[in-house]
Nanobody, 117 residues
Framework: QVQLVESGGGLVQPGGSLRLSCAAS????????MGWYRQAPGKQRELVAI???????KYADSVKGRFTISRDNAKNTVSLEMNSLKPEDTAVYYC???????????WGQGTQVTVSS
């Protein structure tokens, strides 16, 4: 089992910045990838950014150049630095950890990000 606790999020004006953080506990040695997904009202949950244990990263096209994911394997944490935020970035952001040997996704409780003037 893996437990994920998120922090960060909140209300920011367009063009502003926010940082999300997520700390994993439990069977952290089994985690293959950690990342962030988001879900806006009325829409499906979508990938924002992900980082594998090998150091590879992947970003949604909509956030490339604006968001940066960073992972600390020693501390079992993953962060998402979000810059140049747009109203369309408004969503609940979820931390995700994937354990490949179990083929199981683990999720944080979600944190609200609202971009509005």
């Amino acid at each position: 089992q893996v437990q994920l606790v998120e922090s960060g999020g909140g209300l920011v004006q367009p063009g502003g910045s926010l940082r999300l953080s997520c700390a994993a506990s439990g069977s952290t040695s089994s985690i293959y990838s950690m990342g962030w997904y988001r879900q806006a009202p009325g829409k499906q949950r979508e990938l924002v950014a992900i980082s594998t244990s090998g150091g590879s990263t992947k970003y949604a096209d909509s956030v490339k150049g604006r968001f940066t994911i960073s992972r600390d394997n020693a501390k079992n944490t993953v962060s998402l630095e979000m810059n140049s935020l747009k109203p369309e970035d408004t969503a609940v952001y979820y931390c995700n950890a994937f354990v490949v040997v179990l083929a199981t996704d683990y999720w944080g409780q979600g944190t609200q990000v609202t971009v509005s003037s």
